[in-house]
C-alpha cells in the first residue's frame, strides 16, 4: 500500500519560502509524476505542478516563478518549494502521487501552513 | 486555464436518497475527467476517472457519465459515510483545475 506524508515548518514569515517534503512508502517512484495540491482554509483544490520521476516538471502558470519542485528518489522523497510567500499562500498542502498525467490516486494527509509575522 | 463549474455548490439529502452532481467544464475535455470525494479535514480521494472508471474498492452506488463539457457523478442510495464534499477535477490540459466543490449534507 503506497503512503505518502508531507513534512515540514507549520509556519512561515511573509517574503520567506515555504519548504515542504513528501515521503513516499510502500512503492517506488519510478514511472510515476508526484504533484502538489494545496488548499486555503474553507476553500477548494489548487494544483501546484508535478514532478516525473525522471525530473521534468509542470507548474500552474499562475505560481511558476514562486515554485520549484525537486525529486529525490535515492530517498523516496520529493519536495516543495514556494518563494516569496504571502498570507494568500496559507492552505493546506497535499502531496499525491499520479497514476496517469493528472489521476491523483493515494494522497498525503495534508500539513497546514500558515504564513504569518 | 480550463473553469470547471460544480452545481449544485451545496445540497441537503437523506440516507436513501439519489445525489446528482453535474460539473461542466469551459471547453471539451473529453472524458479528461475525475471525480474526488473529501471528508473535512481528510484528504481527498479518487473516486473515479476518466469520467465513468470506479476506482477499486469504490461501492457500487457511485457512478460517473459524461464526455465533452457535461459530466454526471450520482450517488444511487446515499449512506451516511458519503456526506461529504465532492470535486471534479479536469486532467486533460494543464494547469489540471478542479470544480469549486459540492457539499453533501444531512437533511
Known amino acids: 500500500q503506497v503512503q505518502l506524508q508531507e513534512s515540514g515548518p507549520g509556519l512561515v514569515k511573509p517574503s520567506e519560502t515555504l519548504s515542504l517534503i513528501c515521503t513516499v512508502s510502500?512503492?517506488?517512484?519510478?514511472?510515476?509524476?508526484w504533484s502538489w495540491i494545496r488548499q486555503p482554509p474553507g476553500k477548494g483544490l489548487e494544483y501546484i505542478g508535478y514532478?516525473?520521476?525522471?525530473?521534468?516538471?509542470d507548474y500552474n502558470p499562475s505560481l511558476k516563478s514562486r515554485v520549484t519542485i525537486s525529486i529525490d528518489t535515492s530517498k523516496s522523497q520529493f519536495s516543495l518549494r514556494l518563494s516569496s510567500v504571502t498570507a494568500a499562500d496559507t492552505a493546506v498542502y497535499f502531496c499525491a502521487r499520479d497514476t496517469t498525467t493528472g489521476t491523483l490516486d493515494y494522497w498525503g494527509q495534508g500539513t497546514l501552513v500558515a504564513v504569518s509575522s | 486555464d480550463i473553469q470547471m463549474t460544480q452545481s449544485p455548490s451545496s445540497l441537503s439529502a437523506s440516507v436513501g436518497d439519489r445525489v446528482t452532481i453535474t460539473c461542466r467544464a469551459s471547453q471539451n475535455i473529453k472524458k479528461f475527467l475525475n471525480w474526488y470525494q473529501q471528508i473535512a479535514g481528510k484528504a481527498p480521494k479518487l473516486l473515479i476517472s476518466s469520467a465513468s472508471n470506479l476506482q477499486n474498492g469504490v461501492p457500487s452506488r457511485f457512478s460517473g457519465s459524461g464526455y465533452g463539457t457535461d459530466f454526471t457523478l450520482t450517488i444511487n442510495s446515499l449512506q451516511p459515510e458519503d456526506f461529504a464534499s465532492y470535486y471534479c477535477?479536469?486532467?486533460?490540459?494543464?494547469?489540471?483545475?478542479f470544480g469549486q466543490g459540492t457539499k453533501v449534507d444531512i437533511k
Open positions: 510502500g512503492g517506488s517512484l519510478n514511472t510515476y509524476s
Open positions: 477535477q479536469q486532467n486533460y490540459i494543464s494547469p489540471w483545475t
Open positions: 514532478i516525473y520521476s525522471n525530473g521534468r516538471t
